[in-house]
């Protein structure tokens, strides 16, 4: 008896098997092996980007730092895809980037290394966000080179409207840039010429070359994964953009402690990666830097916790903790302060109420060590140099959150101790200025936006 069509309609379970049967081969070709296979096969080309053009690589944090193994990395931006995205096109007073000028000033250029999702040929950060950067620099750097001025895009990225939208912007972030007072003749001595963004894909040809470009400083702008227009299945595991979203794959993976076990974790059978991964991150502090603490400004430091011992008289050490305790317990002795917030976002807003304890602390300590008289001043070395330390346990946000408000409230433009600045005299413009001087001076710092938003509710609530 023949078949009938009726009959060949799957019916709602085999339908639900079928999605599920799908979900499942997605999932596989998403997998922790196939995204590090991805990255080490993405990595290579960036070492035949860098070996071309012979300038040194850069990561654009997060992504770009798994593209490049530790020992071949001179350094890292940090450009927001974001803004690049259409209708925003920002320059960051936040994120300057001022610490590339030096590296690209000594080999005239750089690489900088970034990846971005399937289906795009280059990530926002480097088509729009670092051209802006270039642009805006530029004509700050260069003023009177008026040809330094133009503003390049790729044209096979970027359209000719959204060019134009984008350069109409120029002149408000080149009067942002002005604005945070920054010392442009130090800034100018590190570079010799203009900046000029250079775009390279998998699909670019490389040709090796050690040519010095007589107009511009070279700023190659490296997008490490080939584009992929269909789905991961077609591509035999391959992943475009695998390093991003981390949060999401890695299990606490990095790149660092990636690149030290390549080897090992790429010949890991699936099934025993997760275990392994989880193994080597509870061991990784052997791979990062051990001297956490980081200068903002001329007597202000911040740090990651566990602190060094910090015992010193000299030293005015607030450790801000993730447990959140009383108040009244926060002062452990005259030059130390355990600080208990919470975590996250909570101890984000947390802070604005703690602030004023804060302060009041770092103001006795400066004014005790200030007086040499003082019967609780007998025990501090004068010989030693008086410094204020913050620490939190990422050492890149809250501490930077506070370091901020006491640079606003007891240090003048030339970072001196000032208890005298007056509280009316906070506004979001002068904050902002003392923002960029601690990200120039640490530029991995990474106050989230309720940091901020407590420290300038507290300056100018």
Wanted: aromatic fraction near 6%; include cysteine.
């Amino acid at each position: 008896m023949a078949t009938t069509t009726a009959e060949l309609i799957f019916s709602p379970q085999a339908n639900h098997n079928f999605s599920r049967i799908l979900g499942d081969l997605k999932r596989s070709n998403l997998s922790i092996t196939n995204r590090l296979r991805s990255i080490r096969e993405d990595a290579d080309f960036v070492s035949e980007v860098a070996a071309a053009f012979g300038r040194p690589l850069i990561a654009n944090e997060r992504c770009g730092s798994w593209y490049i193994p530790p020992e071949n990395k001179a350094g890292s931006g940090y450009f927001k895809s974001t803004d690049g995205h259409t209708g925003q096109w920002r320059f960051s007073t936040r994120r300057l980037n001022l610490q590339l000028l030096g590296i690209i000033g000594d080999n005239d250029g750089c690489v900088i290394v970034d990846s971005t999702r399937r289906g795009k040929r280059m990530p926002d950060a480097l088509s729009k966000t670092v051209p802006i950067w270039c642009c805006v620099l530029n004509h700050v750097l260069f003023p009177d080179n008026l040809g330094s001025h133009e503003l390049f895009t790729p044209p096979n990225v970027v359209s000719r409207s959204e060019h134009a939208q984008i350069e109409a912007k120029i002149p408000e972030h080149v009067d942002s840039l002005k604005a945070l007072n920054i010392d442009i003749d130090t800034l100018r001595q590190q570079i010799k010429k203009p900046l000029r963004p250079v775009w390279i894909t998998q699909e670019s040809q490389l040709i090796t070359t050690d040519e010095i470009f007589d107009d511009f400083h070279p700023v190659i702008c490296c997008t490490s994964s080939r584009r992929v227009l269909g789905g991961e299945m077609s591509e035999g595991g391959y992943i475009q953009g695998a390093g991003d979203d981390t949060e999401n794959w890695a299990l606490g993976l990095t790149p660092p402690v990636f690149w030290h076990h390549a080897d090992t974790l790429l010949s890991t059978p699936e099934p025993d990666l997760s275990e392994l991964v989880r193994s080597l991150v509870s061991d990784q502090d052997k791979y990062t830097d051990s001297s956490s603490l980081k200068q903002v400004a001329p007597y202000l430091f911040v740090s990651s916790l566990p602190l060094e011992n910090q015992s010193s008289s000299s030293t005015c050490t607030v450790a801000i903790r993730s447990k959140t305790t009383d108040p009244g317990l926060w002062v452990k002795s005259p030059s130390l302060m355990e600080v208990g917030v919470g975590k996250h976002r909570v101890a984000s807003r947390n802070l604005r109420s703690a602030l004023p304890n804060i302060s009041d602390f770092v103001q006795q300590f400066i004014e005790r060590t200030a007086d040499s008289d003082s019967p609780e001043n007998s025990g501090v070395n004068p010989s030693e140099p008086k410094r204020i330390v913050i620490a939190c346990e990422t050492g890149k946000d809250l501490s930077v959150g506070v370091a901020l408000a006491l640079l606003c409230q007891y240090f003048d433009d030339k970072g001196n101790y000032n208890l005298n600045i007056p509280p009316t005299s906070q506004t979001k413009n002068s904050i902002r200025i003392k923002l960029s001087r601690i990200m120039t001076n640490f530029p991995e710092a990474n106050p989230c936006r309720a940091t901020l938003q407590s420290v300038n509710s507290f300056l100018m609530g």
